[in-house]
Structures are given as structure tokens and as C-alpha cells.
């Protein structure tokens, strides 16, 4: 099994709501990573949990903020997004914490912010 | 800062034709790359990894080729079918969990 589910699939957003994302992974991995995507574009990393813990933050904004309740859970909450926010946020796994190994990705949120 | 980047932005060939991904790479201390497969609306999906210690590695119809002098590695798909049409990404990973995409090659099997 090498499933990471990420809901909801689809969200809009007004600038001025708040919302969350959830990714949840039972592979027992101990690192989860949040990604962006813009059309046509590779995956931008976000965000890097390692053992729960805060590890990479790519200078992202602060209306991003992600949290990792526990080893399967990640979540990541939004607030006061802009339209260019707009994008494929992506979830994904791997084994080992403090170094990379096979990642694996879930189908991704697909945000707009109107 | 690590740079990942693919010679052809599409790559075009014959039901049946073998086809050639290729990826660049400028971190010489990228120790672990994989490739993935992006469906239009999905997320990626593993295809193959492979760390700096090997040159080559193989799955079922796929071969990864791993070219450390020059800092390059390709995508070797046999026998290409409808199914593989699909943009290609590689990604390096180094030291941490840090794991860096190249721009993406969409492969188009045409009949």
C-alpha cells in the first residue's frame, strides 16, 4: 500500500475565509512534505515535516501554515489567500526521516481563490 | 541551490518505439533521484528511483540510466504505449529531505 489520501479534492476559497488541507498516510513513514503546482510547472516544495517536526520551510508565505498533529496526519491551513494562490497542492511521504527516499504522492487538492 | 533541469519540453513517438527521457542535474551532492509519471488532474506518480552509488537500474519496461560525471541521468521506456502518454518529471534529493524537480517532459505516444 503506498496510498496517500489528500481531502478535500477540489476547494474554493474567498480571500477573506479560512480553510484547511488534509493528508493522511498509514505507511508508517515519518517524513511528509507539502508541495505547490502550478499548470504546466514541476512541484514546488513548501513545507518538509521530518519525525513531526518543522524541517524545510521554502520562505513560504505566513498565510500558509502547516501543522503535523501526528506521524500520518499533515495538515495545511490557509488563510487570507490571494488568486495567484490559486494552484494543485500536493501531499506526499516518505519513509525516512532527516533523508530522502521513495516519495510517494497523493492526488493533490485543486484550489481556487476567488 | 539545487537546479534539475530536462533537455526537451515534449517528446513525441510511435506506439511501440522505445522512448528517452532525459534530465540534468547541477548539485554534484544529489545522492538519490527519482522519476515520475503526472497524469493530467493527478498527482505523481513513483516510477523508478535510483541513488549515486548505481549507474543503472531497471523495472518492468523501464530503465533508469545514472551519469554521475556529467551530472546526468535519462528514462529509458520499451515498447512506449497510449498509457505512458504523460508528463515526466525527474527529482534529486540530497542530504535532508529535500527533494527538487526538474521542468517536466511530456511524452506523447501517437498510433
Known amino acids: 500500500d503506498t496510498e496517500v489520501t489528500q481531502t478535500p479534492k477540489h476547494l474554493v476559497m474567498g480571500m477573506t475565509n479560512k480553510k484547511s488541507l488534509k493528508c493522511e498516510q498509514h505507511m508508517g513513514h515519518r517524513a511528509m512534505y507539502w508541495y505547490k503546482q502550478k499548470a504546466k510547472k514541476p512541484p514546488e516544495l513548501m513545507f518538509v515535516?521530518?519525525?513531526?517536526?518543522?524541517?524545510i520551510n521554502e520562505s513560504v508565505p505566513s498565510r500558509f501554515s502547516p501543522e503535523c498533529p501526528n506521524s500520518s496526519l499533515l495538515n495545511l491551513h490557509l488563510h487570507a489567500l490571494q488568486p495567484e494562490d490559486s494552484a494543485l497542492y500536493l501531499c506526499a511521504s516518505s519513509p525516512k526521516g532527516g533523508r530522502v527516499t521513495e516519495a510517494f504522492f497523493g492526488q493533490g487538492t485543486r484550489l481556487t481563490v476567488v | 541551490g539545487e537546479s534539475v533541469g530536462l533537455h526537451l519540453p515534449t517528446l513525441s513517438v510511435q506506439e511501440g518505439d522505445n522512448s528517452i527521457i532525459n534530465c540534468a542535474y547541477s548539485?554534484?551532492?544529489?545522492?538519490?533521484f527519482i522519476w515520475y509519471k503526472q497524469e493530467s488532474g493527478k498527482g505523481p506518480q513513483f516510477i523508478i528511483d535510483?541513488?549515486?552509488?548505481?549507474d543503472k537500474r531497471q523495472g518492468q519496461r523501464v530503465t533508469v540510466l545514472l551519469n554521475k560525471t556529467v551530472k546526468h541521468l535519462s528514462l529509458q521506456i520499451a515498447a512506449t504505449q497510449p498509457g505512458d502518454s504523460a508528463v515526466y518529471f525527474c527529482a534529486a534529493g540530497g542530504g535532508g529531505n529535500k527533494l527538487t524537480f526538474g521542468t517536466g517532459t511530456q511524452l506523447k505516444v501517437e498510433l
Open positions: 535510483i541513488r549515486s552509488n548505481m
Open positions: 548539485n554534484s551532492a544529489s545522492d538519490y
Open positions: 515535516y521530518s519525525y513531526e517536526k518543522l524541517s
